[in-house]
């Protein structure tokens, strides 16, 4: 899995330090050798450890990571996250590419997990997925779904189709069996149709949680309930408590502030 | 310059779509024309049409696009920002793709333009800058300057040689001669012994309005002043008023939040 | 969708032609202008003519393709697929690699064709489906979902789980919610649990007709019954008799023979 | 060597596994520990053996990987040729990209074995060679020339240059000194004309055992003897009897049927 | 045969104008059209004015690009090579890649140039070629065999296999049969083993011309004649009387100076 | 800082050794084993041995390497630079494409040595740089600034914008406040202006030694003084002596001849 991370990685690398670090390299020596420490500057959810540690390895095979702590756990303020030991030059050569991966991964999963104990906050077992409004080339960190694997009907599909049913029906008989079919629903109207034309999945698209109700009880079990289009954390819990099965939160991937993250070091003792 | 913008496309293109888009594949016949509208669904400084562009001739050659716009200008809500002209499941293919460029250097502009403003609103003829905490993968539309580039004395450095005189002293004789050299200053001290030393650059870090206000006092023109840390838009005119030549804004790249576009699209008559 | 297949064809060339046809470039001069036919030599059902045209162009620009049928199509022996007008080396340099594409997409296409036509003649409605085991770097051409598309719980998995129904509800817990989740069964009694735990597809593996005629009756509509392993043209109508919806046939792709294909030239009068 | 074959894996495990395998992930713990056997379920001659590996040691550093037997030797029905040992989600996200290079590389080498011992059975010292007719991409498996090594007039050049004097000479003045050039002979007229033009080898275009041997005969040692075109086992020992010095048989490459293998896994005691 | 010229356009694009060029853009607006000429600065035989049009079009296709000469041609101290009109921003992004390319090339064809002359003027028939020591990534651009390709045994191999004759069977019965077996000689021994071994091409390394003499005088046609290491113009002439039939001359390659080029652009009326 | 270096190594490799070396693979058995040592054929300074130590590993991880010695040194004729020990046909793969790089490099830093022995004898403190007239592709090697990092204000510039004060206030308004300002002078009257534009570095192009005398009084502190175009050894002297600040070669990087390697290999004993 770590094919497509590596690429971006040496891609991140590459615009960065390219052609190496000259302010380091005109001040250390080679040999000089120190220790670094990447601490969290606020309270966060991490996420980004193992990618940091191989921007660290692949800056210099020589140097040796130590994670503090693991991917998805919670790091106060000030406490120390990963530890990394080897020439310094290396270590300052490495450092903004592993703060950025570091700060928007761990921005997106403090977000995330503000989401998610929102999900669990009210009792429903929903589930809070992302969009595929990603960053562009950074697909493998976001785990989404790409249009070569998702079946989802859209407004300008069943436009296009001239009915929900007929663009279902078109679906099922060229799409891959093994992925289920999506219908975006605009209204209860829309709803309907999706329910009779055999939807797995309707996506009620920028609903009121009273137009999500009336949608929840016209499906009725017959098909995965999906909700899209703006849902913040203050609306969420209308949203759940209406009865659906999944929502979407675009936010997650593509509006969430960076973490807060710094890294220093001391030269190890004898360099 | 194009290069590297034409790898981060592909790249996006691949992980979205690089197996095509099966629920238009099931839906639409090969030689079904539509013509698509990218709107703006808020106000917004628009950004990265020429790469929107590029994201649909990429998918299809056959895609006609007509740009309504140009970026950096202002776009209200509703208006039209893109045209796209050709085969249905192209369009369709190259939407969601298209739109995440859109939406994420939209949104950076947007913040960028409020920052702009505030500094000309102060009539100081402050400059504002991002900083090298961007999205990895995305150098190239930034156009932030690396590590190869950028001569930049950091704390760490200045620790490891021992003072700031030596560590500008060595960095002078090994870097190119044609990139001004920066110090980082944490305190009025720094400041005093970065302007002995003959910094070209001294960047205040962290430093409130007032203590900005007496570094510049100290530095009297002997350098370029640049200050860094935590500043936003509320705090910006206080900054810019202490006398400071350049604000670097990390927000600009690396919180602000996407902007609002959608694509609708209509069968063109006769299709 | 052709950015994949793009890194195909340039692979293609840069290993077949990658520092040009010496041959060629010995006996003609660059101005020598020819026209090429592309030719079926056998009966076949078509496939690869626009990743041919894409062979041609990615030598040279200069080339001009016209196709004389489409992918899909039969062809009977001695007719003409393609036409290619343009420098008389670049047309020489080309030719192997688009025959190379022609062949074994047009062989895997005929085989594919019979399968089809075997399912039709059942009047049951199966489906015929490939499968994983294709070859390595030729994904784009043959539309086959990955790992991490495809939710399919394995002999290893429910062996490690402790049984079907743990092995599904950890992944109906974790896989995304948009795809199926799909069990292999060995015996009627792992068909048995696969259908209690709530499998949405059921894939028999190794089954023998009977066997899977007694499957189908004690799945009964409640999951998609998929059959796979060693199913061949001569036993293909008595599993397809047998009441499943899916046929998953590997020889589609690992074991199809190349199509027979050849091109000729001749030079345009004038050149 | 291997540069072009880790391009191969690299580009064969994204497209399988880029995005991690879901259900393998949803199931076991990323600590859980496996043992991995892949066994023949035919006899065969094995062949990819070192790129199974690299494909394990790609997904996974962790995982090591113990060779039963070599590349080009037998392996008889359920006998073991690979143990792999590491963390079973790695394990199973390498399985199918493993065994998909094995069943094809084992199936062309079980294929080339019966021409190679055909070719020994005659006592003719006889050379079976494959053609240029190979999977695009693959051509680092086999070990094929490109056009760019290879000087091969054929009828399309002979055409072109009016005879295959001219052919013969115009190529002889612009090829490498230290290619030998090859002439494709259709009739004896051309094999007496290649002659006469110094070839230094000739290769028989579908010519009956026949013609062979009489073109045998006409060439009497003035240059190597190669023949191509529809040789299969049958007619395999009158071609080589009849003095032939180079076999070349295409389906070596594009037609092997792929070699039956399987991977079982077991967890490691303690894990 | 573009396909690895156009990567190392795009490496060296990348490398000197991947983030555009800051001053251009400073100075001209977007819409600014120029006419911008290259012209040769001493007399030269040139080479790169295709790669040269690639470059300009690479990084604009709106630049329209037209030769005034061809590869291979001589051109006098003032005379224009290339005529390019298009926006001055791209004309002044392109020209230092465009320039280094034809700068290294053109210095090369003149050396080779001079030798090919030489050659000449000895009326012997001998042929020039070049070696592999060569920059490493441009072997596309000076189309030397490779490794892969040529069968060179050299001391290293003759001293492992035991005998020059050992290591010429050896290699016979493994390598292609399409390529020629040449043998590295050191002294006359060797060319007499080289010859009983019936070696295709012996390669006579760093020999006087009288011991060359000798050495084509025991060959006596049994195989082509060429000579290697540090033959220059002044020497050349007594090498190729001597009889040889190649000279591989490697400071075609790797010592030729740049020739000497420059581009000046004028405003476009009306723009 | 090496991401780019092993692209160039690996593309090194591919072209020189992408298929192996057949006649290694020929007379050698994989297990034999040699020790390689690479010597100075003449006196040079060493540069690019941990270049080669990559090419060997990356051939082969097997292969051992010990540095002898350290680029930057000076190497008498016949001393041993680099040890590898390992497989004979990693050894031999390897070889050429390591003795590519290294007698490049150290051709390069041969001629710089003798450019920096120069200037230090001049006792001024001049300092040698090299220009953009690189090898397309070897950018990394060079550590040259590329378009994006260096503002140069040329003659085409001046003569778009109207005057070097345009210019420079154009540049100014826009380029990075990190980069010094460059003016190229084609005449004192140029370097008047520049020196009234503010310009920070003014770049004396083709001037002879005595009117470079006359800008540098001039400018008389005001900027740094780079003269750049035509300087050999024979008049470096003089600019020196004449009072500027920077002198660039472009020699260094586009003309320097090849330093003179070789590698010889011995059997392991016991292998």
């Given amino acids: 899995m770590w094919v497509r991370i590596d690429t971006l990685v040496d891609l991140a690398l590459e615009e960065d330090a390219g052609y190496g670090d000259i302010t380091s390299q005109s001040i250390f020596p080679l040999a000089h050798l120190s220790q670094a420490q990447v601490l969290a500057r606020e309270d966060m959810v991490v996420c980004g450890l193992e990618i940091a540690r191989r921007v660290f390895c692949r800056v210099d095979s020589a140097v040796k990571v130590e994670l503090q702590t693991s991917d998805g756990n919670h790091a106060v303020e000030g406490s120390t996250l990963l530890l990394a030991e080897g020439p310094t030059i290396s270590l300052l050569t490495a450092e903004r590419t592993a703060l950025n991966f570091l700060q928007r991964l761990s921005g997106i999963a403090s977000v995330a997990h503000q989401f998610a104990a929102a999900a669990k906050a009210t009792g429903t077992g929903v589930r809070v997925v992302d969009t595929r409004k990603t960053t562009p080339g950074w697909r493998a960190l976001n785990h989404r779904s790409s249009l070569g694997e998702h079946v989802l009907i859209k407004e300008n599909h069943i436009l296009a189709a001239g009915s929900i049913a007929e663009a279902v029906q078109r679906t099922r008989a060229q799409a891959p069996h093994c992925a289920k079919i999506e219908v975006e629903a605009e209204s209860l109207d829309d709803v309907?149709?999706?329910?009779?034309?055999?939807?797995?999945?309707?996506?009620?698209?920028?609903?009121?949680?009273?137009?999500?109700?009336?949608?929840?009880?016209?499906?009725?079990?017959?098909?995965?309930?999906?909700?899209?289009?703006?849902?913040?954390?203050?609306?969420?819990?209308?949203?759940?408590?209406?009865?659906?099965?999944?929502?979407?939160?675009?936010?997650?991937?593509?509006?969430?502030?960076?973490?807060?993250?710094?890294?220093?070091?001391?030269?190890?003792?004898?360099?």
């Fill in 192 to 271: 309907r149709q999706a329910v009779a034309a055999g939807a797995e999945i309707i996506m009620l698209d920028n609903m009121s949680p009273s137009l999500v109700q009336q949608a929840v009880a016209l499906i009725d079990g017959a098909a995965i309930v999906e909700i899209s289009g703006g849902i913040c954390l203050d609306s969420f819990a209308d949203y759940a408590m209406a009865g659906v099965d999944v929502i979407s939160v675009g936010a997650l991937t593509h509006s969430a502030p960076a973490a807060d993250l710094s890294m220093i070091i001391a030269a190890r003792s004898g360099s």
